[in-house]
């Protein structure tokens, strides 16, 4: 049965009121994002020693470290030796030394700067393709994966709508090409959306075996307009996949933790607000 969660700073960045509210909507899985002033990875000993204390004292568990791990680099300007891989390669570590003193199980990372063609046949492999785009992708991501292998933790590559691995199917040629089982992914369906991907049953079933952690909000995209806005949970462009996907994740023993990501701010609201909007949702669905 999934484990159902918030990311933190979607209530507050103040993490002791975040958990609270967690408590108060009987919440248990934290996705750790951005704490107080600075985003995970980056914390003092004195804050990371706070946030242990408020994770105990709360009775929740870590269930992903979330940094933006390599989230909007060109591929273009990297290798593995340039100076600015090696900066997010030490942030992982820094990451996954905060996973590990917390028992959470996955850290996030991203997959660079979309390109809007990867592949291409019959000339277009020619003409249109980002030429070495997705080989460079994977060779990068292979190398945070061998630290994972090294340091016995699991990362999960988010679908991002700005991101190389922008649908389900993309993630999952990706976690294939690089063939480690320390690889999983991370799955956002509503980013998915804005590269046309459906999120039942398309996306969902592209992920079998390698599934590990879910991100749910709602959006309404124009693509001809480059425009998305955020809803509440169930009144946007997801609501008609939602509870297929929550069938088929029962229906599948679906253990991991489900995370909502919350963005939806009502007008005149806070970020919380648009929480309390949504949460409800989330628990008569997916609880």
Known sequence: ??????????????????????NEFGLTQAELQFLWDKEVGDLSDAQMNRAQRLVAAHGVEASCISRHIFGGLALGDLSPTAPLYQEHLAALRRCIDMAQALDCPLVR?????????????????EWNVAQGAWDKACELISGAAQIAEDRAITLAVETGNNAITNSATLAR??????????????????????????????????????????????????????????????????????????????ADNYAGSISLE???????????DGFRASVGALKAMFG
């Open 1 to 22: 049965m999934a484990k159902l969660g918030v990311i933190t700073d979607g209530i507050s960045r103040d993490f002791e009121h975040a958990l609270s509210v967690m």
């Open 109 to 125: 990372i991203m997959s660079f700067k979309k390109e809007m063609i990867l592949f291409g046949s019959y000339g277009a492999e």
């Open 173 to 250: 040629r990706l976690v294939d090409e690089i063939g480690s089982d320390r690889l999983k992914v991370l799955w956002d369906p509503a980013n998915a959306l804005y590269s046309t991907e459906r999120a039942y049953p398309g996306g969902y079933d592209a992920l079998h075996g390698c599934l590990a952690h879910i991100h749910l909000k709602d959006v309404v995209v124009e693509i001809s307009k480059a425009t998305i806005a955020c809803r509440q949970l169930g009144a946007g462009a997801m609501g008609p996949y939602l509870a297929d996907i929550a069938t088929a994740l029962q």
């Open 262 to 272: 919350s963005v939806y701010r009502p007008p005149g609201g806070s970020f919380e």
